[in-house]
């Protein structure tokens, strides 16, 4: 080996002996890896067991031709990407176009310069590695492309199956939210019936006792007391009390029982009478009610701000 530092693998094929030795001993000085074949059959045999960068190839040989065997070799897809150079004593334009043919891709005549084979096999040799790096970074993003395929497939997939779900889930989401506003409107109409039922019993079980209760014999003192009653039950069954407790909450039974008054037109004397409170106290709560109604500082009457309750109803 040589300190050029070549490096390729080539097969060399040549029924002479002394040609295939010269030549081979030639190759490996120059730091290749050199098989031998002495005839067709010899070189297949060989090809079976390993693929070399370049062919060197006899065109005259006997059983089977240069020819032929490069034929061969070009039509197995195994074989068919090696370079063939043919080496032949024959040297007439006619055999030269043959090797083209049938498919070399040099032709070197016998006798040869081995400057010159040496030349041109360093060129195919250059010319083939280069082949094998293309083709291994062909495959390369061959194999890149279908990852790639694949992935943008799994991930259209992985889209489908997202949106279905997302269909489905807000599928579901309308169906609870349209049962959740069946039910609240169940609800409001069983709320609304139940009031119904209630102010009916009231109607019909309390207030026709009140009727009773001051045809009889009763003191000035209870007989007011009665009326408050009587006025409270109908206040309760009026729309001005619902519409008070559902606008305000927040007012205390003392507060409550004070607004209904004022709404029938109590004084704040009369009210505290009927409490049995000071005129004061009165004055408190009636002071609170206007904070709670978001009437402070307000000019307007706290009789007629309750009276709107009813217009509202």
Do not use: W
């Not at 009140?210 to 206040?235: A, P, W, Y």
């Not at 609170?288 to 509202?312: A, E, V, Y």
């Amino acid at each position: 080996m040589s300190d050029s530092g070549k490096s390729g693998s080539i097969l060399v094929i040549d029924d002479n002996p002394v040609n295939l030795d010269f030549l081979s001993s030639a190759l490996e000085k120059e730091g290749y890896s050199v098989n031998a074949a002495i005839s067709a059959r010899l070189a297949l045999a060989s090809l079976d067991l390993f693929l070399p960068d370049i062919i060197l190839l006899d065109v005259k040989m006997p059983e089977m031709d240069g020819y032929e065997l490069c034929r061969l070799l070009k039509a197995d897809a195994r074989h068919r990407m090696i370079p063939v150079i043919f080496v032949s004593a024959l040297g007439e334009v006619v055999d030269k176009v043959k090797a083209f043919q049938v498919g070399a891709v040099d032709y070197i005549t016998k006798p040869f310069q081995l400057e010159e084979v040496l030349a041109r096999v360093g060129t195919h040799i250059a010319m083939r590695e280069m082949q094998k790096s293309l083709e291994e970074k062909n495959q390369a993003l061959q194999q890149e492309i279908l990852h790639r395929q694949q992935a943008e497939k799994e991930l259209l997939a992985l889209g489908r199956a997202l949106e279905q779900k997302v269909a489905e889930r807000t599928a579901s989401l309308e169906e609870t939210n349209t049962a959740l506003k069946v039910l609240l409107k169940r609800r409001e109409e069983d709320r609304r019936n139940l009031e119904e039922d209630i102010l009916s019993n009231v109607r019909e079980l309390i207030v026709p006792y009140f009727d009773k209760l001051k045809n009889t014999q009763l003191r000035s003192h209870q007989r007011v007391l009665i009326d408050i009653l009587e006025n409270g039950m109908n206040e309760i069954l009026s729309p001005f009390v619902k519409n008070l407790f559902d606008c305000f909450p927040s007012l205390t039974p003392t507060e409550f029982q004070i607004a209904s008054l004022i709404h029938e037109g109590k004084t704040a004397k009369q009210i505290a009478d009927l409490f049995n409170v000071s005129l004061n106290t009165v004055k408190f709560h009636k002071a609170n009610l206007r904070l709670k109604f978001g009437l402070k500082n307000k000019p307007i009457n706290l009789q007629t701000f309750l009276k709107t309750m009813n217009k509202s109803s």
